[in-house]
T-cell receptor, first 114, second 115 residues
């Protein structure tokens, strides 16, 4: 069964460093998403991406964040200069068809900023 | 704006007992509603969804949920809990009108199943 994969599973970084979180969406999907979950809090939408551009972003997704589809399979989230409050579980998701269908989630990357 | 409220951050049931996890939503447009389950160290897996049509929807692992517009609720039930149901459950809402695909999640309910 096709699935969304994410690497690494856990990333530890120092405040101010850049991190790139990687996702491989399901191969025939065209809509991609990043969500995050700060420990003990709800899962929050960050950004959606379609046709090589951001289709929607939340207020959390400020200039420190960027997304990219560098090739035909990967979808990345970059945080330029990490802050302590960026520590969270980051989930990638993808959906097919018109994007109105089910979003399939990856297992997440736990980012710890020290 | 849309929002989701899940009553009870922790629910404990005995094996074989009824599972009832509560979800209420707020939406100014017709909602699409979802229940996701998250097992330890895993991603979110879709249990079931309501988009249009029949208000009682059945999902995987014996779970079902009923969309009640008058009560703005989408509670998740399972007649008989199994040990393997222990996980965190998230209710989510999405704009059914097509303006956005983003999911808005509740804070989650951690289900414990006692032997």
């Amino acid at each position: 069964e096709p699935e969304v994969t994410q690497t690494p599973s856990h990333q530890v970084t120092q405040m101010g460093q850049e991190v790139i979180l990687r996702c491989v969406p399901i191969s025939n999907h065209l809509y991609f998403y990043w969500y995050r979950q700060i420990l003990g809090q709800k899962v929050e939408f960050l950004v959606s991406f379609y046709n090589n551009e951001i289709s929607e972003k939340s207020e959390i997704f400020d200039d420190q964040f960027s997304v990219e589809r560098p090739d035909g399979s990967n979808f990345t989230l970059k945080i330029r200069s990490t802050k302590l409050e960026d520590s969270a579980m980051y989930f990638c998701a993808s959906s097919g068809g018109t994007g109105r269908g089910e979003q399939y989630f990856g297992p997440g990357t736990r980012l710890t900023v020290t | 704006a849309q929002s989701v409220t899940q009553l009870g951050s922790h629910v404990s049931v005995s094996e074989g007992a009824l599972v009832l996890l509560r979800c209420n939503y707020s939406s100014s447009v017709p909602p699409y509603l979802f229940w996701y389950v998250q097992y330890p160290n895993q991603g979110l897996q879709l249990l079931l969804k309501y988009t249009t049509g029949a208000t009682l929807v059945k999902g995987i692992n014996g779970f079902e949920a009923e969309f009640k517009k008058s009560e703005t609720s989408f509670h998740l039930t399972k007649p008989s809990a199994h040990m393997s149901d222990a996980a965190e459950y998230f209710c989510a809402v999405r704009n059914g009108g097509g303006a956005t695909n983003k999911l808005i999640f509740g804070t989650g309910t951690l289900l414990a199943v006692q032997p």
